[in-house]
């Protein structure tokens, strides 16, 4: 496992050596002490209220300095200027099915894209149903990943679809899973500069640490993210950010009522918000701690990372390389791009063998970490930095699965199916 | 039957039409031609005055058949069938005394109940110079299927909605429009002494009471009312119930109901949207405003 090229982020980050050692001192310091009032001081003012012997003892506790300091670590790398724009929740769903509400609140007709994570869709559709509004939603991925739709005709076609469907409130990922990235500030300020938006939501789940949020364009009312994928802090935790001034007021109001009312119910963002605002909510339940220290470890540790090659020339050398290995590379060329690639082999292979989990496997005999879909489609999500001979064991790990299913049966039909579609 | 109404029977007049046409042939036959001409005349007579008479007793008839009609589309309807008897049994008094003094009161009072009737039917409802609509008001709210409330506030006083009965419908809009179960936007019409022409929000109360329902979610345009000077009749106070119903607001000077009209007629619905509409062409979002305060 140690050799394993891991190109896998999108789904899951690979832990940051600081979220490591937080998580294993934190389950050193719960298996030897349990929870006591010193722990609630931890949370609360961090590893200031430790004893020497403690701090030395769990020195990865040692960054935990409370929730105050993660919201500004946080701030910091999402280039947010107020701390008290960011919400913690134990997954991002929560956050979502807030902003869902939040968004239905304000808005009849809803416009979304086929770019939708069908968990987030499905969250927007309940709450259409519940209030008796709209979605309209709009398909653009396979002309995006076609090549057919240019950054420009798909802020023209939005604008025009949601002006014509007489929409008031927006939902877009800034990167999809498919690792599309939308120029949503943009979209958005066409949109306003046509229509009334009233309540414009990102999906920032694969946008955080990967590509820049763009916050202070003012875009957003609402943002959802996570630690999971590219902050690398491989404990979930949901991420909730505050984007323009004159809705912060209204969001806070609202949460604070909800989550006095019991309306959310999740227990790490009852907590979180104990923690940080010294209210007391009904409703607690036991929240899940860990999260918000590895975020903060794996938050510092991004802080720090050295600098990172650029990302258009990690791009343009892996597309070569996959290019090489007689693979093609199905994710757009340069519009819309991400540090998440699309490839497959040249020609499809449709046989059992080549089905998303057998491909899977076959590339971690590999020794390569990624995601698969059925029609032998590959998802990579670019490292930061490449280990010295990466690239090669890549190529060849690639080339060898195209040797390897030339028995099969192949089909060049292009369409690509991602089964939820 | 009367002996009239019997000789109108087709058994009845049609032999004996027959047998007089050939009676009147025959004698004819050997009259001279003045007296044929005579007799003629007065058959023809004899015929317009039949048919006349033959036209009132048909008249007659649909009345009746019509207050049986009436009857008959009543009888699917108990609850306004008992309303019926009751004011026809009232009606059967009143018409058996026969004081004239009395008859001409009651005259016109029942010119005023018809008017009264005629309103209802059309549709609208009026709550004269009270608060009572606001109990009509949440249960309209509160209906099952009605998902979005639009609201014009004509705010020409501080107190608009200040008062305890407004303040429970502020508490009540908010409530609703909190738990989801209806989708309240508002647009506020205001007087510009409420909100003078260099000032970014409106007076207080006014303005808070704009900015709580907007924290709740609730979206909120305005318009000063000297925007809509060449509009006149967009300046109302209304809400619109889904496309149910429309109620219109009268208030005084301190913001007191004068008068409120709850009409149910589509057609009215419709204009109101009409106008909805046009104002939010003049309109501005709170959050707007909001934008241009940071």
Known sequence: ?421 | MGPFERLLHPRVYLPFGVTLAALVFAICWWLPLAAQISIVIGLLSMLIVVTGLTLQKVRSRDAENEAMATLIALASDPEILGRHKLIADSLKSISQRKDSIYRELVLKQLSVLADHSRRLANGSIDYPSTEAWRVVYEELLRSPGLYLYRSVSHIESAHYWQDGPGQQSTTLNIELHDAGIVNIERTAIIADHLWPQDELFPVEPVHAWLKQQYMHGIWIKLARESQLAGERELVSDFGIYGSRAVGMQLADAAGRTIRFELCFDFERVKQAEGIWERLQVFATSYRDLLDRST
């Open chain 1, 1 to 421: 496992m140690r050799d394993v090229l891991y190109f896998d982020t999108a789904r899951l980050g690979r832990m940051s050596p600081r979220a490591c050692r937080a998580s294993i001192d934190f389950a050193r310091l719960a298996c030897e002490h349990g929870s006591t009032l010193y722990s609630d001081d931890f949370f609360r003012f961090g590893s200031a209220s430790l004893s020497d012997a403690s701090r030395e003892r769990y020195p990865g506790l040692r960054d935990w300095q409370g929730p105050q300091q993660l919201s500004r670590q946080l701030s910091q790398l999402m280039g947010v200027p107020s701390v008290d724009q960011i919400l913690f929740a134990s997954r991002s769903a929560s956050l979502m099915k807030c902003a869902a509400k939040l968004l239905f609140r304000r808005c009849r007709n809803v416009l979304i894209t086929d770019l939708t994570w069908p968990a987030y869709e499905r969250i927007l559709r309940r709450e259409e149903r519940r209030t008796g509004n709209r979605i309209h939603k709009v398909a653009v991925r396979q002309q995006l990943l076609q090549g057919r739709l240019a950054p420009s005709e798909l802020i023209d076609r939005l604008a025009e679809q949601f002006a014509s469907l007489h929409c008031d409130g927006l939902f877009l990922p800034l990167v999809d899973n498919l690792g599309l990235h939308l120029s949503d500030p943009e979209i958005v300020s066409r949109i306003r500069s046509q229509s009334e938006l009233r309540f414009c939501v990102i999906d920032g789940a694969q946008a955080f640490r990967h590509v820049p949020l763009e916050l202070d364009r003012d875009y957003c009312d609402f943002m959802v993210a996570g630690c999971h994928k590219w902050l690398c802090a491989h404990n979930p935790m949901g991420l909730g950010i505050l984007g323009r001034s004159s809705s912060r007021d209204y969001i806070t109001s609202t949460i604070a009522r909800w989550l006095k009312n019991g309306t959310i119910d999740d227990p790490l963002m009852v907590y979180s918000q104990e923690l940080i605002t010294g209210d007391h909510f009904p409703f607690g339940e036991t929240a899940p701690i860990l999260p918000l220290l590895t975020a903060n470890a794996a938050a510092i540790d991004a802080s720090d990372s050295a600098t990172e090659i650029s990302p258009e020339q990690s791009r343009r050398d892996v597309i070569e390389c996959v290019r090489q290995a007689g693979w093609t590379v199905v994710s757009p060329e340069s519009d819309y791009a991400s540090r998440i690639l699309l490839i497959r082999p040249s020609k499809i292979d449709r046989s059992p063998a080549m089905a998303s989990h057998h491909l899977r496997r076959r590339l971690l005999e590999h020794q390569i970490a990624a995601t698969t879909y059925d029609g032998s489609l590959v998802r990579l999500a670019l490292p930061r930095s490449f280990q010295s001979g990466a690239l090669d064991q890549l190529r060849n790990a690639l080339r060898r699965i195209n040797q390897q299913s030339g028995t099969a049966q192949f089909s060049q039909k292009s369409e690509i199916n991602f089964g939820w579609n």
